[in-house]
Structure formats: structure tokens, C-alpha cells
């Protein structure tokens, strides 16, 4: 059986959804089965050797609460490698925050647990999926709209994981 790994996300408009699907895709191809899995929807951490957690940045701030989430599963997130990334305009477009903050923000979130690794990606703002009121609030701060997401950057942190988090290959399983 190989090692089982849950991709846990959070994501409004489903741009980190399709990250955490591509991360899962990368793990399958070394061989770990992963499942992917909204976080607030995830019942137990039980069958899992390993985690990554994604969520998004929302003016300034994680988008769903990683903090209550490592809370629920604190026994068993203690007992295995985590690893997250976050999603944000702030890769491309500066003026929207720091994504050295961005790797703060998670790694206070995941607290106890120090995770083997945290990264940012860029997203994706596609004004169409908008409510009126972020329209207004992109428009207003001349955020670039588009799709940033770099496939290339993500299969390639992606491909590490199994290393960084000791599974896999090598491991005897
Ligand atoms: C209203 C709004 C506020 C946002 N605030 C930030 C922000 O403060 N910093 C940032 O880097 N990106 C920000 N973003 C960009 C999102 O993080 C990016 O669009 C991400 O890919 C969304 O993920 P999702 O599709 O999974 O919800 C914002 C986007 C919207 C629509």
C-alpha cells in the first residue's frame, strides 16, 4: 500500500482548490496516493501519513481557519509532516502584500506544529467570479486580473514534498 497523504484546502472562488488538485497529481506520480479534501470538511486525520494545507490570502488575511483546524486535529497534526502553501496576488503584484508576511501568517496558523515547509504561490482573480464588492475593492486598488497561477513552480514544490516530508521512496513502505 503506498503512504496515504491529504491535500487539505480552503478556497472561496476555487483557484486554490485547483492548486491543492495539481499538488495531489504530483504525489500521485511519486507514487503516494493523496486525497484532497476541503478542510473545514475533514472529519479525521487518522488515515493519513502526511498533510499539505493551502488557503488563499484575503485582504491580508487566511481565508478559512487553518488555526481551528490544526486545533481539531492537534493529536494526530502533531504526529506528521505538514507542509502548506498559500495563494495570492501578492507574488505578482507587490502592493498587495508581502508573501514573506504570507509564510508568516501560516506558519503562526499551524503553530504547535512547525511545518517542513510553507510557500506562496500566485493566483488567480477572475473578475466574473466576483461579488460587487470585491470588484470594486480590485478595481479600486488596480489589481491585475488574470490567471497566475504558475503550473511549472507548483509541480516543482510539489515534486520535493515526498523528500521534505519522508515519505515515499526510500521510506520501506
Ligand atoms: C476581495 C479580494 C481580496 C484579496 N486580497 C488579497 C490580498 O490581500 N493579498 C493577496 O496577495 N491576494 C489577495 N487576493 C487574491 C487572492 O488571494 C487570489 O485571487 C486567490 O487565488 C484566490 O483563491 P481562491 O480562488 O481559492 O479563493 C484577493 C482577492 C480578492 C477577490
Do not use: C
Amino acid at each position: 500500500m503506498p503512504p496515504l497523504v491529504l491535500v487539505a484546502y480552503a478556497s472561496k472562488r476555487g483557484s486554490t482548490a485547483e492548486v491543492a488538485g495539481a499538488v495531489a497529481g504530483e504525489l500521485e506520480r511519486a507514487g503516494i496516493a493523496a486525497e484532497v479534501i476541503e478542510f473545514g470538511s475533514v472529519v479525521s486525520l487518522d488515515p493519513y501519513e502526511g498533510l499539505v494545507i493551502g488557503a488563499p490570502v484575503y485582504t491580508g488575511k487566511l481565508f478559512g481557519d487553518v488555526a481551528s483546524f490544526v486545533r481539531r486535529h492537534e493529536d494526530k497534526i502533531r504526529r506528521i509532516p505538514v507542509a502548506a502553501f498559500v495563494m495570492g496576488i501578492a507574488p505578482v503584484y507587490p502592493k498587495a502584500g508581502d508573501p514573506a508576511q504570507f509564510v508568516g501568517l501560516m506558519t503562526a496558523a499551524l503553530q504547535p506544529v512547525t511545518p517542513v515547509a510553507v510557500t506562496v504561490f500566485a493566483g488567480k482573480l477572475d473578475p466574473s467570479t466576483q461579488s460587487f464588492a470585491e470588484r470594486s475593492l480590485t478595481k479600486l486598488l488596480k489589481v491585475p486580473v488574470g490567471d497566475f497561477r504558475d503550473w511549472n513552480a507548483i509541480a516543482a514544490w510539489s515534486r520535493q514534498l515526498p523528500d521534505l516530508m519522508g515519505i515515499g521512496k526510500g521510506e520501506g513502505r
